[in-house]
């Protein structure tokens, strides 16, 4: 049976603290709301209306903030770059024989424009996915591993019944990965070729 790994994307391959940030100040410039697109930017993982409604917007424009959002992101994702090991990460997995999905909250159309920005081969990408969301998808790609930064991640790969490894490159630290469900946690990506080449060698 084939190998698939899952990864999240922000802040599990990408930076996107940078080009999220100069979006939402843009965005809040233009509805005149008082959302910081850096403190904005640190707190990635869930859909974009619900961090926008935790950073205050009213509920009644979000819908449009969503919409010009959509429209501003394009022009930021050449400010978004691989995180640490990301590229070694996907490419252990190749080595290993496996397959890579890419299983995220973004919106889909703007994941791809970073997956082929930064010339990925990416098995599947599946987006607009959050949380336990996430669990049809590694399911169906009959995954063994989710790769995330974030407590849903982990919540999304237990939920699919996978190993759940979490990265503490974004919001959320070691100690929310473990008590979310991680069965390991790395600082960063750059560890991830070890660990798969032992737990590859075991399974």
């Excluded at 940078?18 to 850096?38: K, N, Y």
């Excluded at 935790?54 to 959509?70: M, S, T």
């Excluded at 490894?165 to 991680?182: F, R």
């Amino acid at each position: 049976m084939t190998f698939t790994v899952g990864f999240d994307l922000d802040m599990t391959l990408i930076d996107s603290r940078p080009g999220v940030a100069t979006a939402i100040d843009i965005l809040a410039r233009e509805f005149d709301l008082s959302m910081d697109g850096s403190h904005f930017a640190e707190h990635l993982g869930p859909p974009l209306a619900t961090l926008l409604g935790d950073a205050g917007a009213p509920d009644d424009l979000i819908p449009h903030l969503v919409i010009r959002y959509r429209e501003l992101y394009p022009a930021v994702v050449d400010q978004i770059t691989a995180l640490p090991g990301a590229d070694a990460a996907l490419a252990a997995v190749r080595a290993d024989g496996g397959r890579t999905v890419v299983v995220t909250g973004k919106f889909e159309p703007h994941a791809r424009l970073h997956i082929d920005h930064l010339g990925w081969h990416i098995d599947r990408l599946a987006g607009d996915l959050w949380a336990t969301g996430k669990a049809d998808v590694l399911r169906e790609e009959s995954a063994r591993v989710f790769v995330g930064d974030h407590a849903g991640d982990m919540r999304g790969a237990k939920a699919a019944g996978v190993v759940a490894v979490g990265v503490t490159t974004g919001p959320c630290d070691a100690d929310g990965l473990w008590s979310a469900g991680a069965d390991v946690v790395l600082d960063d990506l750059l560890r991830f070729p070890e660990w798969l080449a032992e737990h590859a060698s075991g399974r």
